[in-house]
């Protein structure tokens, strides 16, 4: 079984400043993925980053980044200049990889908001 | 390239009357996820198909919850007889699937189901 624990039920963040989702996760999986997600207001949720567990590099996405920290199971999201469209829900989530067992499990979300 | 299409968008229903949401993947992904999203959280797994046929169903609620995917294309996932508590956004995902990408998912703009 896998758990997703995202702290911060809502944050702020000044135009063009830099704001850091936290996330941590649990999973008994060798190989598994994990991902942040956006969900605007009334819109449809689309993938922002991905990193795979096998990889140490931290994987970054024009202003997004992650910083990956396996052993402590960690997994935050860094947006760099914010900008007022990446006020949305994110979401953090951890899925395993291959297989027919493969699922997302999500985390219950942050609420950011980009004030001007 | 189109995405996955949902509908309808939203749907009020009073409670003990039978809903139907109709979800058509990207075309060539196989993989069709259906998830059940509550006010607040995270998007829930409720069924996987793999083509036609439904490989993890562990979290659908078969008492009143079916589902199909006849020609392993299009699905439709069914309440009945919904209750207040099935109020939520459902959401569909699709996947391409196989080697190295089994971990995408692509999301739809989601069912918005109220019952009274």
């Known amino acids: 079984a896998q758990t997703v624990t995202q702290s911060q039920p809502e944050m702020s963040v000044q135009e063009a400043e830099t704001v850091t989702l936290s996330c941590t996760y649990d999973t008994s999986e060798n190989n598994y993925y994990l991902f942040w997600y956006k969900q605007p207001p009334s819109r449809q949720m689309i993938l922002v980053i991905r990193?795979?567990?096998?990889?140490?590099q931290n994987a970054t996405e024009n202003r997004f980044s992650v910083n990956f920290q396996k052993a402590a199971k960690s997994f935050s999201l860094k947006i760099s200049d914010s900008q007022l469209g990446d006020t949305a829900m994110y979401f953090c989530?951890?899925?395993?990889?291959?297989?027919?067992?493969?699922?997302?499990?999500f985390g219950k979300g942050t609420l950011l908001t980009v004030n001007p | 390239e189109a995405g996955v299409v949902q509908s309808p968008r939203y749907k009020i229903i009073e409670k003990k009357q039978p809903v139907a949401f109709w979800c058509n993947p990207i075309s060539g992904h196989n993989t069709l996820y259906w998830y059940l999203q509550n006010l607040g959280q995270g998007p829930e797994l409720l069924i996987r198909y793999e083509n036609e046929e439904a490989v993890d169903d562990s979290q659908l609620p078969k008492d009143r919850f079916s589902a199909e995917r006849l020609k392993g294309v299009d699905s439709t996932l069914k309440i009945q007889p919904a209750e207040l508590g099935d109020s939520a956004v459902y959401l569909c995902?699709?996947?391409?699937?196989?080697?190295?990408?089994?971990?995408?998912?692509?999301f739809g703009p989601g069912t918005r189901l109220t019952v009274t």
């Open positions: 990193q795979e567990a096998y990889k140490q």
């Open positions: 995902a699709s996947s391409p699937g196989g080697p190295g990408r089994s971990y995408e998912q692509y």
């Open positions: 989530a951890c899925g395993n990889s291959g297989g027919s067992n493969y699922k997302l499990t």
